[in-house]
């Protein structure tokens, strides 16, 4: 390769990632941030040369939804409008702390249009409808004394005028877009006053995230700017995704389309916003807390009163009422889409029953009086008529998955002939905010079966089922080999049966994963699922499959999973249970450890042990039995979780002490596995 060849294709890979940049790994994580993929070049390129257009297949079952759907109303466009105060300046680019943008709205520039169906043969036209209206952005007056900004993350900040100063209302996901946002929107045309509360209306990273670019340590620490959160916030945001955290993260990729191209092939919206922003994400923790309903709290002078909504969208969550402007904030129970009651990247099973009870608590306490309703994503919905009728589906849309799922299970129909058979009817599916661009019907209701009944759907056969590899090879034998199913599935693929090549081909595939004819094929039918799926993530969970399969995994350094300051709030027993799930079975097979781990700073001490390849561990105490006793700071314990240091360093400075046998401590570390971000999903 010449050095312009060279030269030009490093360009052109450089080109590619700054365009993927924006795209953050997880909203809900608590700290995987989507800026490693951007700079590590872990991103593939661009699959612009390898995609493929729509079929005809694709395009008439996109024209059922352009049928079905009423295009010519334009309420939204209008809602998503109204009351704008400023814009950032064209091209909307919010600098990063590195060489690639916090947010870069610029990259989106090819979705556009009004509510007329304009969408591209690649694209659903209901998601395409969506993602224009995610275009919108800037300041905007909800009514007077309440603003949102909105266009520039997943979420949406809220902002409320007190006696003294500002009350924020969920700051984003990163520091780089909070901080911009307020110096050059919110100062110049409300004007420079303190912010005195900082409110999270729930535990996902996207509503806490950027706290710290809005507020110093020093007014954290001195009491000037208190943060107001739902009980439980702390223990929810930090461990939601402890234990499961890196297949967290290399799922959310795929769900929130980091690794695709921003084109009508690629990423066109995230469904609850056009992306998630790219940065540094931090975490103030909580000084005031909304514990029950009815509970009334008075912050600067505006008084709010509390409507607790757990295990709903997220485990701690609460909406709350603003009398003073008959204003209802729904945070992320009530939004312009069906939400998710399962997530894709993965996250405990979400309950539509008690989510449908809280929004008719919400309309019977307050629906009578507010006039306004506003939320931590998408525009708000104003008059009391049309927020009742809006409340008044979005609690039935809940409330029918649930009821009419658990009406089919007690038939005994299974979890995936009841995602086939149930629909919403026509009353709520057309409605636009009953739309699938975030959960959908199908993944809702099997995951509202498993809610109740767990995975296994009494069919015998699917008690302890073949794993994939295995299967895979039985099938393509059973079926007459790779080629035979081959031919069998391009016919299929040619008659639009995008769904059985999947399942058929899948087979092949983790049968051989170096058949690069299967690849192809199944890439083809997932790339086609694609083009013709109403929700961003499933979007963005069959092209990402595709890219890879197409191109293999691209490793570069995996995002770091948490942040520093959810690991400052962790708790040492969450620590200690993430370390259970590191601990090797076979490499701890037959052996025995016990430790004692003293925290000065904290004054905090433990005894674990491991016995039977399990670890356990008292709190508390210490033994006089236990292999070696580990004194030091819970800072510097820190700072081994962050990799700024490790116990070795620690030891040889004197800043810790192990007291006893430290080879064996030595050999418990051995027995702990490192997780790879990077492993396969589309192949064994």
């Given at each position: 390769m010449s050095e312009s060849d060279d030269a030009a294709k490093t360009g052109a890979r450089r080109a590619f990632l700054k365009n993927v940049a924006v795209a953050g790994v997880a909203t809900g994580l608590s700290g995987v941030v989507g800026e490693t993929f951007a700079q590590t070049g872990a991103a593939p390129g661009s699959t612009g040369s390898a995609a493929k257009p729509a079929t005809p297949a694709t395009i008439a079952l996109n024209k059922q939804y352009a049928d079905f759907l009423s295009f010519a109303d334009a309420q939204d466009f209008e809602d998503a409008r109204r009351g704008l105060v400023a814009t950032l300046p064209e091209p909307v680019v919010i600098k990063g702390a590195g060489e690639f943008p916090a947010w870069d709205l610029q990259q989106f520039a090819f979705v556009k249009g009004g509510a007329e169906n304009n969408a591209p043969p690649t694209v659903n036209p209901s998601l395409w409808r969506n993602a224009k209206l995610n275009m919108n952005h800037g300041l905007y007056t909800v009514v007077d004394g309440i603003w949102q900004v909105r266009g520039y993350d997943l979420s949406v900040m809220s902002i409320i005028r007190g006696n003294r100063g500002y009350i924020v209302v969920d700051p984003f996901i990163t520091t780089e877009v909070a901080s911009t946002v307020w110096k050059q929107l919110v100062i110049p045309h409300l004007g420079d006053k303190p912010i005195t509360h900082v409110i999270y209306t729930h535990s996902h990273v996207d509503h806490y995230g950027g706290v710290r670019g809005l507020v110093s340590d020093d007014d954290l620490k001195s009491g000037k700017v208190q943060i107001v959160a739902p009980v439980g916030f702390t223990e929810a945001a930090v461990g939601e995704n402890i234990i499961a955290g890196n297949a967290m993260g290399r799922r959310a990729s795929y769900m929130y389309g980091s690794l695709l191209p921003r084109s009508p092939v690629?990423?066109?919206?995230?469904?609850?916003?056009?992306?998630?922003?790219?940065?540094?994400?931090?975490?103030?923790?909580?000084?005031?807390?909304?514990?029950?309903t009815g509970q009334k709290l008075s912050l600067d002078g505006v008084d709010i009163e509390v409507l607790m909504a757990p295990e709903s969208e997220a485990p701690s969550e609460f909406m709350f009422y603003l009398p003073k402007f008959k204003a209802f904030c729904a945070a992320e129970d009530a939004t312009h889409t069906l939400h998710n009651l399962y997530t894709l990247r993965g996250a405990k099973v979400r309950d539509a029953l008690l989510w449908s009870k809280y929004l008719q608590t919400a309309l019977d306490t307050y629906g009578g009086d507010m006039q306004v309703l506003f939320a931590s994503h998408y525009w708000p919905t104003w008059g009391n008529d049309r927020i009742n009728a809006f409340l008044g589906a979005q609690r039935d849309m809940y409330r029918y998955l649930h009821d009419q799922v658990m009406r089919m299970a007690n038939m005994g129909q299974t979890p995936l002939e009841i995602g086939e058979a149930i629909r919403l009817p026509d009353s709520l599916a057309k409605h636009w905010y009953c739309r699938s661009y975030y959960g959908t019907v199908y993944h809702d209701a099997v995951a509202q079966y498993n809610l109740r009944l767990g995975f296994f759907d009494g069919v015998p056969a699917n008690l302890h089922r073949l794993q994939p590899t295995d299967s895979g090879k039985r099938y393509v034998e059973y079926m007459g080999g790779a080629a035979a199913v081959l031919r069998r599935a391009h016919d299929s693929f040619s008659q639009g049966d995008y769904r059985w090549v999947a399942e058929v081909v899948n087979h092949v595939v983790f049968a051989d994963p170096q058949n690069t004819a299967a690849r192809q094929l199944l890439a083809d039918a997932y790339e086609q699922l694609g083009y013709q799926s109403e929700s961003a993530p499933w979007r963005n969970f069959y092209l990402t499959g595709?890219?890879?399969?197409?191109?293999?995994?691209?490793?570069?350094?995996?995002?770091?999973?948490?942040?520093?300051?959810?690991?400052?709030?962790?708790?040492?027993?969450?620590?200690?249970?993430?370390?259970?799930?590191r601990l090797n079975a076979d490499r701890a097979n037959g052996k025995t450890a016990s430790f004692n781990l003293v925290l000065t700073d904290t004054k905090e001490k433990c005894v674990l042990g491991v016995e039977n390849s399990a670890l356990h561990y008292s709190k508390n105490r210490t033994s006089n039995s236990a292999d070696a006793t580990v004194t030091m700071t819970r800072a510097d314990l820190n700072s081994i979780m962050m990799g700024q240091t490790n116990m070795q360093k620690l030891v040889m400075t004197g800043t810790a002490k192990i007291d006893g046998n430290s080879q064996k401590l030595g050999e418990f570390v051995s027995w702990l596995d490192n997780f790879d971000f990077w492993f396969n999903i589309v192949t064994p």
């Amino acid at each position: 390769m010449s050095e312009s060849d060279d030269a030009a294709k490093t360009g052109a890979r450089r080109a590619f990632l700054k365009n993927v940049a924006v795209a953050g790994v997880a909203t809900g994580l608590s700290g995987v941030v989507g800026e490693t993929f951007a700079q590590t070049g872990a991103a593939p390129g661009s699959t612009g040369s390898a995609a493929k257009p729509a079929t005809p297949a694709t395009i008439a079952l996109n024209k059922q939804y352009a049928d079905f759907l009423s295009f010519a109303d334009a309420q939204d466009f209008e809602d998503a409008r109204r009351g704008l105060v400023a814009t950032l300046p064209e091209p909307v680019v919010i600098k990063g702390a590195g060489e690639f943008p916090a947010w870069d709205l610029q990259q989106f520039a090819f979705v556009k249009g009004g509510a007329e169906n304009n969408a591209p043969p690649t694209v659903n036209p209901s998601l395409w409808r969506n993602a224009k209206l995610n275009m919108n952005h800037g300041l905007y007056t909800v009514v007077d004394g309440i603003w949102q900004v909105r266009g520039y993350d997943l979420s949406v900040m809220s902002i409320i005028r007190g006696n003294r100063g500002y009350i924020v209302v969920d700051p984003f996901i990163t520091t780089e877009v909070a901080s911009t946002v307020w110096k050059q929107l919110v100062i110049p045309h409300l004007g420079d006053k303190p912010i005195t509360h900082v409110i999270y209306t729930h535990s996902h990273v996207d509503h806490y995230g950027g706290v710290r670019g809005l507020v110093s340590d020093d007014d954290l620490k001195s009491g000037k700017v208190q943060i107001v959160a739902p009980v439980g916030f702390t223990e929810a945001a930090v461990g939601e995704n402890i234990i499961a955290g890196n297949a967290m993260g290399r799922r959310a990729s795929y769900m929130y389309g980091s690794l695709l191209p921003r084109s009508p092939v690629g990423i066109v919206d995230g469904g609850l916003g056009k992306t998630t922003s790219v940065g540094t994400i931090t975490l103030a923790v909580p000084t005031m807390f909304a514990e029950k309903t009815g509970q009334k709290l008075s912050l600067d002078g505006v008084d709010i009163e509390v409507l607790m909504a757990p295990e709903s969208e997220a485990p701690s969550e609460f909406m709350f009422y603003l009398p003073k402007f008959k204003a209802f904030c729904a945070a992320e129970d009530a939004t312009h889409t069906l939400h998710n009651l399962y997530t894709l990247r993965g996250a405990k099973v979400r309950d539509a029953l008690l989510w449908s009870k809280y929004l008719q608590t919400a309309l019977d306490t307050y629906g009578g009086d507010m006039q306004v309703l506003f939320a931590s994503h998408y525009w708000p919905t104003w008059g009391n008529d049309r927020i009742n009728a809006f409340l008044g589906a979005q609690r039935d849309m809940y409330r029918y998955l649930h009821d009419q799922v658990m009406r089919m299970a007690n038939m005994g129909q299974t979890p995936l002939e009841i995602g086939e058979a149930i629909r919403l009817p026509d009353s709520l599916a057309k409605h636009w905010y009953c739309r699938s661009y975030y959960g959908t019907v199908y993944h809702d209701a099997v995951a509202q079966y498993n809610l109740r009944l767990g995975f296994f759907d009494g069919v015998p056969a699917n008690l302890h089922r073949l794993q994939p590899t295995d299967s895979g090879k039985r099938y393509v034998e059973y079926m007459g080999g790779a080629a035979a199913v081959l031919r069998r599935a391009h016919d299929s693929f040619s008659q639009g049966d995008y769904r059985w090549v999947a399942e058929v081909v899948n087979h092949v595939v983790f049968a051989d994963p170096q058949n690069t004819a299967a690849r192809q094929l199944l890439a083809d039918a997932y790339e086609q699922l694609g083009y013709q799926s109403e929700s961003a993530p499933w979007r963005n969970f069959y092209l990402t499959g595709a890219m890879e399969l197409r191109n293999g995994v691209r490793k570069g350094q995996a995002p770091a999973p948490q942040s520093p300051d959810t690991i400052q709030a962790m708790p040492l027993d969450m620590f200690l249970d993430y370390l259970g799930i590191r601990l090797n079975a076979d490499r701890a097979n037959g052996k025995t450890a016990s430790f004692n781990l003293v925290l000065t700073d904290t004054k905090e001490k433990c005894v674990l042990g491991v016995e039977n390849s399990a670890l356990h561990y008292s709190k508390n105490r210490t033994s006089n039995s236990a292999d070696a006793t580990v004194t030091m700071t819970r800072a510097d314990l820190n700072s081994i979780m962050m990799g700024q240091t490790n116990m070795q360093k620690l030891v040889m400075t004197g800043t810790a002490k192990i007291d006893g046998n430290s080879q064996k401590l030595g050999e418990f570390v051995s027995w702990l596995d490192n997780f790879d971000f990077w492993f396969n999903i589309v192949t064994p």
